[in-house]
């Protein structure tokens, strides 16, 4: 280790570089992947749903694609809050995060919506 002050506050400041991360645009990024997910799981539904009497072949073949979809989802909205809170927090594009947060916020509620009507 050196003694020289700089040197130290030099080595301190490459240990936080994620600080000066674009968390805003990250955060809007991950929002956006979670209404792509949404949708995709629409479009796996629709296309799992079989003729009546066929049986449940459809909908187990569409199965694992479904799973992984809906886990895709479930993480990028995660990332989102969380990178949105970072945006906030560290003031890296604020204005992203924000965007982010009413944009996930809207997904829950159209998701729940169904389920208290």
Request: hydrophobic share 55%.
């Amino acid at each position: 280790m050196s003694q020289d002050p700089w040197a130290a506050l030099e080595a301190r400041r490459q240990r936080r570089h994620w600080r000066q991360w674009p968390w805003g645009w990250a955060a809007l990024l991950l929002s956006f992947g979670a209404w792509v997910c949404t949708f995709m799981l629409t479009v796996l539904v629709m296309a799992s749903v079989g003729m009546p009497g066929d049986g449940s072949h459809a909908m187990q073949a569409t199965a694992p694609y479904l799973y992984i979809t809906l886990a895709l989802g479930g993480t990028a909205l995660l990332g989102s809050v969380i990178a949105s809170v970072l945006a906030l927090r560290l003031r890296r594009q604020a204005g992203g995060g924000v965007s982010a947060l009413v944009l996930d916020a809207l997904l829950l509620a159209v998701l729940l919506a169904p389920a208290l009507l």
